[in-house]
Nanobody, 119 residues
Framework: QVQLVESGGGLVQAGGSLRLSCAAS????????MGWFRQAPGKEREFVAA???????TYADSVKGRFTISRHNAKNTVYLQMDSLKPEDTAVYYC?????????????WGQGTQVTVSS
């Protein structure tokens, strides 16, 4: 079992930055690929970014060049640095863990953190 707790969300103006954190507890964090997803009101949840256990990263086209995912295994934490934020980035952001890799179904999810970008 893995427990995930996100933090770092908030209200920011367009063009600003936020850094989300996801703290993990439970089984060996370093064995898991970690991902960030988001869900805007009235929309389906979508993939944002993921990092494999070997630090391979992948991003949605909509955030490529603006967001950076990273992990710190000694701290059991994954981060999402979000720069040049746009109003369309407004959503609840979720952290997730996947033992199989960056693709496929994720096994564990956090409770989410709200990000609101004002225009």
């Amino acid at each position: 079992q893995v427990q995930l707790v996100e933090s770092g969300g908030g209200l920011v103006q367009a063009g600003g930055s936020l850094r989300l954190s996801c703290a993990a507890s439970g089984r060996a964090f370093s064995n898991y690929a970690m991902g960030w997803f988001r869900q805007a009101p009235g929309k389906e949840r979508e993939f944002v970014a993921a990092v494999s256990r070997w630090d391979f990263t992948t991003y949605a086209d909509s955030v490529k060049g603006r967001f950076t995912i990273s992990r710190h295994n000694a701290k059991n934490t994954v981060y999402l640095q979000m720069d040049s934020l746009k109003p369309e980035d407004t959503a609840v952001y979720y952290c997730a863990a996947n033992l199989q890799g960056v693709t496929g179904d994720y096994d564990y999810w956090g409770q989410g953190t709200q990000v609101t970008v004002s225009s």
